[in-house]
């Protein structure tokens, strides 16, 4: 029992951390480009926009992530099978049953957001309830919930809505009026800015991302008991994906690495930053890990996820 609550501390505090890092550093980030565009004053004024944009993303980054991608909340009254399977596998991985939100894309997806156990939210999309079995759908679902067990989602949201402020800043340097005199911005160092400002908060979330989602897919599989079902419902994703534009996410490329899989058609410069290890290398992960997350009848809950085999579905079976 103490060491589970030392293991929890230990997760909560590394988070905090990494958090108060991140701001920080995103934060000179956004000190510096105000340096290049304005010198000393903009530096000045970048510091007061740092300081209001964290205490806001700490605050409200998860609720504005949600806001981008439309996401709708959704009742147990309104998807029964989709709440109780969340709620028995929420109560499995020890947390408090997250709020649930359904985004109406025909790309199969999902993410978590929260900055807390507490106030975790669990998010997909309609392609995926549309054209994935329900035992991928509880892969999917419980690698999410891992996310949040890991507190992983604080880090995610604030990165997500940092770097679309930097990037913002970034875009619209070239549209600010030249000042006089030693004010003057640099014509290099806007361009400078504006290839380096992205490419800085693409890459910090490219560092976040990539080994948390192998931790994220092995805590999964213990969640919902089997890693086959969250090795089917990668290789599904990546598969469905083709040919599907997530739109919201296309508006919004730094939200992209909250994605369980990459949102993103590489319609730019997508795949110089991908967010995520290859699909291929998690599912072979997953599958090795396979034998040893079988739960044994001792440990299975009173409830549990109901089994529906194999075949494709037809439908939506959680309407």
């Not at 929260?114 to 509880?138: C, F, H, I």
Request: aromatic share 6%; proline share 6%; with cysteine.
């Amino acid at each position: 029992m103490f060491s589970r609550m030392g293991e929890a501390g230990g997760r909560r505090m590394d988070g905090y951390a990494k958090t108060m890092v991140l701001l920080a550093g995103l934060g000179a980030l956004f000190v510096g480009a105000g340096w290049l565009l304005g010198g000393q004053q903009g530096a000045l004024i970048a510091l007061a926009m740092a300081a209001v944009t964290n205490l806001w993303a700490w605050w409200s980054s998860d609720r504005m992530v949600l806001r981008m991608h439309n996401a709708q909340p959704v009742t147990e009254a309104e998807a029964p099978e989709l709440y109780r399977m969340t709620a028995q596998m929420a109560e499995r991985a020890g947390l408090p049953m997250p709020a649930l939100y359904v985004i109406h894309e025909d790309q199969p997806n999902a993410f978590a957001t929260g900055r807390s156990p507490e106030k975790g939210a669990v998010a997909v999309n309609t392609g995926l309830l549309d054209l994935m079995s329900r035992e991928e759908v509880a892969g999917v679902v419980a690698h999410e919930l891992a996310h949040i067990k890991n507190r992983d989602t604080l880090i995610m949201a604030v990165t997500a809505t940092l770097a679309s402020a930097i990037s913002f800043l970034s875009r619209f340097g070239m549209m600010m009026g030249a000042g006089r005199g030693q004010q003057r911005p640099n014509p290099i160092g806007m361009i400078l800015l504006m290839i380096l400002g992205p490419l800085a908060a693409m890459l910090v979330q490219t560092a976040i991302s990539r080994s948390r989602e192998y931790v994220a897919d092995a805590e999964g599989a213990r969640i919902c008991g089997d890693a086959t079902w969250l090795a089917s419902g990668l290789a599904r994703l990546e598969e469905y994906k083709q040919g599907r534009i997530n739109q919201a996410a296309e508006m919004n490329p730094a939200t992209a690495h909250m994605f369980i899989v990459n949102p993103l058609a590489g319609l730019r410069l997508d795949n110089l930053f991908s967010t995520h290890p290859p699909t291929a290398e998690r599912v072979r992960r997953l599958m090795a890990m396979a034998p040893s997350s079988q739960p044994s009848p001792r440990a299975a809950p009173q409830a549990a996820v109901p089994s529906i085999g194999r075949a494709a579905p037809r439908g939506n079976p959680w309407a």
